[in-house]
């Protein structure tokens, strides 16, 4: 069954330090997502991106934020100077449409940032 | 601010019995609705969605929809202790806004 897959599970970066975070949503997929969830704290949006270009993106995903697609598989979250708030489960998701019917979100295992 | 409310929990619900969850949204405009189980420190895993008032059924799931109340649901029949986990309500139909979670813990 497809899924989507992420890297590393778990990464450990000092304060100030950039981090790429590294997805492979599900190949037939067109919408990719990325997603946090600070630790006992509620799953949150962060950026959607379709067609090579970022759909909508949450009060969260600031400057320090960015998202790519380098290749015809990857997609990638990028943060510049990481912060200690920055810790978190990152999650990333992808789905076939936005609209109803085959919109489901599948998620990745999630990869662990740790700021220190 | 468009807001996704569940009962935190935890619910302990005996095994074999029915299990239900509950959940309201603020946004009236929202189309589809997705449940998501998660276990400790794991990733939320798609059990069911629904876009249409009523009922849905899946099995031992059963998800339930009223846009008039604003209002969806999931009934888990003849639980299992592996149905013990964080059961997610998720509203949107691009962007997902979620709740809390309730936890659920199913007695042998």
């Known amino acids: 069954e497809p899924e989507v897959t992420q890297t590393p599970s778990h990464q450990v970066t000092q304060m100030g330090q950039e981090v790429i975070l590294r997805c492979v949503p599900i190949s037939n997929h067109l919408y990719f997502y990325w997603y946090r969830q600070i630790l006992g704290q509620k799953v949150e949006f962060l950026v959607s991106?379709?067609?090579?270009?970022?759909?909508?993106k949450s009060e969260i995903f600031d400057d320090q934020f960015s998202v790519e697609r380098p290749d015809g598989s990857n997609f990638t979250l990028k943060i510049r100077s990481t912060k200690l708030e920055d810790s978190a489960m990152y999650f990333c998701a992808s789905s076939y449409t936005k609209g109803l019917a085959g919109n489901e979100q599948f998620f990745g295992p999630g990869t662990r940032l740790t700021v220190l | 601010q468009k807001e996704v409310e569940q009962n935190s929990g935890p619910l302990s619900v005996p095994e074999g019995a029915i299990a239900s969850l509950n959940c309201t949204y603020s946004?009236?405009?929202?189309?589809?609705f997705f449940w998501y189980r998660q276990y400790s420190g794991k990733s939320p895993e798609l059990i069911m969605f629904i876009y249409s008032n009523g009922d849905k059924e899946d099995g031992r799931f059963t998800a339930q929809l009223n846009k008039a109340s604003q209002y969806v649901s999931l009934l888990i029949r003849d639980s299992q202790p592996s149905d013990s986990a964080t059961y997610l309500c998720?509203?949107?139909?691009?962007?997902?806004?979620f709740g809390t979670g309730t936890r659920l813990t199913i007695i042998p």
């Open positions: 946004d009236r405009g929202s189309q589809s």
């Open positions: 991106f379709y067609n090579n270009e970022i759909s909508e």
């Open positions: 998720a509203v949107g139909n691009e962007k997902l806004t």
